[in-house]
């Protein structure tokens, strides 16, 4: 059977992972999950974990409330 991961992305990023696709640095990401405005993210015993589409979600969201030019 084929291992079904080995070509894809993982789904759950740890906060270093989710800083680089936003291109952000982390406290940017502690930050905003501390106000609450980041992307969704849920702890996983201690460490905090985003989910890819999470953040793909977030992503598209703050694109559609920035002004177009």
Do not use: N
């Given at each position: 059977?084929?291992?079904?991961t ?7 990023l740890?906060i ?5 696709v ?9 930050y905003w999950?501390?106000c609450?405005?980041?992307?969704k ?24 409330q920035?002004?177009?030019?």
């Amino acid at each position: 059977m084929p291992d079904l991961t080995a070509d894809h992305d993982p789904e759950l990023l740890t906060i270093t992972e989710a800083a680089d696709v936003l291109r952000a640095p982390v406290a940017t990401l502690r930050y905003w999950r501390h106000c609450g405005t980041g992307p969704k993210s849920f702890r996983l015993g201690r460490r905090v974990l985003y989910r890819r589409a999470d953040l793909r979600t977030w992503i598209d969201a703050q694109a559609a409330q920035s002004p177009r030019r």
